[in-house]
Structure formats: C-alpha cells, structure tokens
C-alpha cells in the first residue's frame, strides 16, 4: 500500500469540509481550535500513518489548498 503525506497552504482554506467528507481513511479533520488569517477552522490530518496517497482530498478542494507526496 502507498503512502501519503498530506500539507496545507492554511491561509487558502475556507472551510468547506469537501476534503475531509471525501477522505476514504477518514483521517482529516476541522481543528476547531485553530483559525486561518480569514477565519475559518483549519484542517489537520489525526492519523498521518494511514494515509495511503490517493489525493482524493486534493482533487476535491476548490481552492488548492492540498499537496499530497505519494511515497513508494
Ligand atoms: S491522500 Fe487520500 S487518504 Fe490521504 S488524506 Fe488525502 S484523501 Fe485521505
Ligand atoms: S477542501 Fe480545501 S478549502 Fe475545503 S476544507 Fe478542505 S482544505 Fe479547506
């Protein structure tokens, strides 16, 4: 199984959820402690191990917002 590591360019996201509802492991989340610059909560990854890479979070964000590295 590949593996993935997810980053985010914070200050671009707005919140919209669309990654985290579309995340087959299940394993972003809304960090509700957290705001960027324009308000709105931030994603975080809970369990980084079981990313398997398959950039679906990236592919759904409207606002590019997702890089994922796929490592082999
Ligand atoms: S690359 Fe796939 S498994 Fe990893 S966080 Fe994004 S949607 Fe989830
Ligand atoms: S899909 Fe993009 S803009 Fe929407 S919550 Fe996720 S990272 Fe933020």
Redesign the pocket.
């Known amino acids: 199984m590949p593996k993935g590591k997810v980053t ?1 360019e914070y200050e ?9 509802v579309n995340c087959p492991k299940k394993i972003l989340y809304q960090d509700m402690e957290t705001l960027n610059k324009s308000g709105y909560n931030i ?1 975080k990854v809970s369990e980084p191990d079981k990313c398997i890479g398959c950039a679906f ?1 990236a592919m ?4 590019s ?2 890089t994922v590295e796929v490592e082999k």
């Open positions: 985010f671009r996201c707005k919140g919209c959820l669309l990654c985290v994603i979070c759904m964000c409207p606002d917002v997702i």
